[in-house]
């Protein structure tokens, strides 16, 4: 098992960035972590996310937008010759102070 962190790479023009990938024998796992506190918030109507903390709203761009990052490595992988294996990806958040909540779909 091996942990790259911080990686950013150019794919079709495209520079995409992961937080943590985690290579195994049997499947590789892309980590987008966040550290975000107060009252978290997945609108998927508008693909971004939002926090509200002491009441004032801060907006991000969708973390399961950025897991696109997914893509990009499956084709850089098979560009590569790199044997099939499957990829995962999870997003944590790692600040126990944010609760975490979606719409409704």
């Not at 091996?2 to 590789?28: A, E, P, S």
């Amino acid at each position: 098992m091996m942990f790259i962190f911080n990686i950013r790479i150019l794919h079709m023009g495209y520079y995409f960035q992961i937080d943590t990938l985690l290579f195994t024998k049997k499947f590789l796992l892309l980590l987008e972590i966040k550290n975000y506190t107060g009252h978290i918030y997945f609108d998927d109507k508008f693909g971004q996310l939002v926090r509200k903390l002491n009441d004032k709203l801060d907006y991000f761009e969708d973390p399961l937008e950025q897991v696109r990052q997914k893509y990009h490595l499956l084709q850089i992988l098979k560009k590569k010759k790199f044997p099939d294996i499957p990829i995962e990806h999870l997003i944590v958040f790692s600040n126990k102070n944010s609760f975490v909540d979606c719409s409704p779909t």
